[in-house]
């Protein structure tokens, strides 16, 4: 029998991928889709915004569609629900989800700060569901490379991350997102002021969208040990909205740091995005950028290239829906990093940058 599966939220453009992988699988069946409307203003269907990505789920992956995402988690009781509405609605919606009985898996990051990922959080845990974050970082096999060779030791013992990435927005010119061919079309600033990326209130801006990643990343390469964070954003380039589209902060440890940055003003292409880890005896380091044949190279401390070991890298890290049903299929845990008490430790590290950013001092990291 095929794991049944809905989508909930059409206002995250990774609703396109996530449809797309979903029909991919013999063992899993999307068999409704619904919105969570949350009141934002409506603009014309462009490219990318809700209103074009719920068609074009209709149109590819999905022709039942509820107006209600409530009457359909009773009317088709799903195995799963894979939540992509705005940041956030995403605690009220997995407590509907939790109290049906209904696995959720949360587009990154699970919240706006730490409160609200508690309140997922004690959901998760009065219901007993499982809930499971999508990284899409996860699906790249360079990136486990890189983990394998900083754990291998290579490069002696890491004592520092540096991570910077960027693009002009999430609809900002030129924007493209996997699951779709093609670019976003043009909008006017009056238009992208009007979605849900560029509100505060309703979990937009560049620390959720971007510094989300550095977290995850310092999290996964340098240890869930951080102490605190010192950070800074700025709108720089977006006036239309009232969040930051820049930031930078340092993640401190006792022995070690972080440094990562972001921006929705310089585009991917040109910047060579992906996380570095320096090490007592070397350094590896994402090249090609996000978008041009991603690799990753290590040097020792003279400048000697190091050889980095070949990973086996199987079907199930293809992308969400393929962890979910091998975890299924095997009877084997989800993959440590998509779970949801690790993402607690990740949300803590993130929502103490976004503390700082607002307090202009360095912010502890509370558990």
Known sequence: ????????????????????????????????????????????????????????????????????????????????????????QKPDVVEECAKRGINVSIEKPIAVSLDEAKRIKESVDKYGIEAVVNWPVVWREYVHRMKNAIDSGIIGKPIKLRYINGHT????????????????????????GKTWWHSEAHGGGVYLDIACYGCFFSD???????????????????????????????IRYDDRLSVIEGTWTTPRAVIPSGP????????????????????????????????????????????????????KNNGVPIYEMLTLDKNMKVMAMLDAAIRSSKSGKEEDICG
């Open 1 to 88: 029998m095929k794991t049944k599966a809905v989508i909930i939220g059409f206002s995250h453009m990774h609703v396109n991928e996530v449809a797309l992988y979903i029909s991919e699988r013999n063992d899993m069946k999307l068999v409704a889709v619904a919105d969570a409307p949350s009141g934002i203003a409506e603009i014309p269907p462009f490219r990318y915004t809700p209103e074009w990505n719920k068609q074009n789920v209709r149109d590819n992956y999905c022709s039942n569609i509820y107006d209600d995402y409530k009457k359909m988690l009773d009317e088709e009781k799903p195995d799963i629900a894979f939540i992509l509405t705005e940041n956030i």
């Open 169 to 192: 927005g999430p609809l900002g010119k030129g924007a493209k997102h996997r699951g779709v061919a093609a670019n976003v079309d043009k909008m006017s600033d009056s238009d992208r």
């Open 220 to 250: 996964w390469f340098m240890g869930d040990d951080a102490r605190g964070v010192i950070s800074m954003g700025a709108n720089l380039n977006t006036p239309f909205g009232d969040t930051d589209d820049n930031f930078a902060a340092t």
């Open 276 to 327: 570095m880890v320096i090490g007592t005896e070397g350094v590896i380091m994402c090249t090609g950028g996000a978008e041009n044949m991603p690799d990753v190279k290590a040097y020792d401390i003279y400048g000697n290239e190091i050889e980095i070991p070949s990973i086996d890298f199987g079907e199930e890290f293809k992308n969400m829906p393929c962890q979910y049903m091998y975890s």
